[in-house]
């Protein structure tokens, strides 16, 4: 199955417990991101478990990379993040109705 909506291929990505953990680590750290070894510290986790993981992530286009000499810097892309956050609210509260069906018993 191809997923072609920007904001289902974000969701599918935070679906997994690792990349979710990834994410939430990498909002906490801001626009100081932060290396590949960094995360693993943070999260007890192999850097080529998290190398797999912060592709997916990338591929999401919800995190950027960086190469800074030797390190590659990891951020969240706040702007994609956001465009995810608004799609999943812009219709919060707004009421839900059910249409009537004429059959109804």
């Not at 801001?30 to 998290?50: K, R």
């Not at 797999?52 to 030797?70: K, P």
């Amino acid at each position: 199955m191809s997923i072609t909506s920007p904001t289902a291929r974000a969701l599918a990505a935070l679906g997994h417990d690792t990349r979710l953990a990834i994410f939430r680590l990498l909002v906490r750290a801001g626009d100081a991101g932060l290396n590949v070894g960094e995360i693993g510290q943070h999260l007890d986790q192999a850097p080529s478990t998290l190398a797999h993981h912060l592709s997916a992530l990338v591929e999401a286009g919800l995190v950027v990379q960086e190469r800074q000499g030797r390190s590659v810097i990891n951020r969240v892309d706040y702007a994609a993040m956001r465009r995810t956050l608004d799609f999943l609210t812009s219709e919060c509260c707004t009421g839900v109705k059910l249409a009537k069906s004429e059959n109804a018993a």
